[in-house]
């Protein structure tokens, strides 16, 4: 899935996505009085592959409701965080996409992040999370 096609899902689905300053983390997602709003700091995203991996995370958070606050257990919020990811996998990674794209060569870890555009460490996350 290509990052504009991202951008296009959060419009259709009336979720604000905003370049916003965060020097703590690359990006965050709210929920308040039932609307969904993201924010990506784009000063610290190093590649456009990490701004689709970004932005699919939090995406993720509002497609699956996956969402806690400062009063969540550490349990709760790696739950939450693994629901996001579960989901920005599954759009930017396809199974049988990959399952395709191993048989046509494509068996290492480089070559399958820029077949799929995404980070080396986004691709580990799935292809482990395949694995699993």
Known sequence: MKTDRL???A???QIAVEGFPLP???ALTLKLGGKYYVAIDPSVLCSSSEEKVCLAHELGHCQTEAFYNCYSTLDNRAKQERKAESWAIGQLVPLDELKM???SGR???TALSDYFGV?????YKALLY???
Do not use: R, V
């Open 107 to 109: 068996s290492d870890l």
């Open 11 to 13: 419009e259709d689905n």
């Open 119 to 123: 980070t080396n460490e986004f691709m």
């Open 7 to 9: 951008y296009k899902m």
């Open 101 to 103: 794209a191993i048989k």
């Open 130 to 132: 395949y694995k699993n």
């Open 24 to 26: 703590e983390n690359k």
